[in-house]
């Protein structure tokens, strides 16, 4: 765990700053959502995986007959969200992309989450409209199905067993039902699959850490990686 967050904190400067870089493309979210008309959306991003807070990427004013959009530049693929009152929108966003998506009938905060420290809003995946079969959304919602389904089946079985035997089957079935050219997909099932090594191997840590974080570049935006 140490070494991931020293890890973190080492490139974490780098690639937030990279975030904004001058030759990135520009995305675009749009849509139509009429019981948000006259608010005013903050679309935010995980600035800092260590400590869990946010900033903004960008600002927008839902029109009074509920349209939308906003344009804001981005340089690599990462999971964005919007405070949606008591909901709080994800979105998976990649660079030079349009998203036209659909948000969920506006539900204020009551008074009393308002002032409830703890409160912690639920988490919806939007929807992606005239998104394709593969489209990340999609893909990435259609793999988590699956393999929480599995995960959540044999979670007992699993528990300190010490071996890799009893879910190399799923995740070869994962690997081929989701088989995709995505780099950022392929990084999030990889990431995904830690949870089985973490439950299994929860007395050889060293050797989860070895088999998933020892290579490959630093992905602080894909929320599987943290």
């Known amino acids: 765990m140490i070494s991931r967050i020293l890890l973190i904190c080492c490139f974490l400067s780098t690639s937030l700053s990279n ?9 675009t979210i749009y849509g139509v959502a009429p019981t948000y008309a006259g608010l ?5 991003y995980l600035s800092n995986p260590v400590m869990h807070s946010k900033s903004t ?9 509920g349209t939308f959009t906003a344009t804001f530049p981005l ?8 405070n949606l009152g008591q909901i709080e929108g994800t979105l998976i966003l990649a660079p030079g992309e349009k998203y036209k998506i659909e948000l969920p009938p506006f539900e204020p ?67 081929s039902t989701y088989n995709s050219n995505n780099e950022w997909f392929n990084q999030y099932r990889h990431f995904t699959y830690q949870k ?28 599987a990686y943290l």
């Open 19 to 27: 975030l904004w870089a001058t030759d990135s493309d520009s995305t």
């Open 40 to 44: 005013h959306l903050s679309l935010e």
């Open 57 to 65: 990427l960008v600002s927008f004013w839902v029109m009074n007959d």
């Open 75 to 82: 340089v690599g693929t990462m999971r964005v969200s919007l």
């Open 109 to 175: 905060l009551k008074d009393e989450d308002q002032l409830n420290p703890f409160f912690a809003p639920s988490l919806l995946p939007l929807a992606v409209i005239e998104g394709d079969k593969d489209e990340l959304n999609r893909l990435v919602s259609l793999f988590d199905d699956e393999f929480n389904s599995y995960y959540v089946s044999n979670v007992h079985k699993l528990f300190k067993k010490e071996s890799e035997k009893p879910f190399l089957s799923i995740m070869a079935h994962l690997d």
């Open 196 to 223: 089985l090594y973490e439950l299994t191997f929860q007395r050889r840590k060293e050797f989860v850490v070895s088999r998933f974080f020892k290579e490959g570049s630093f992905q602080p935006h894909n929320p």
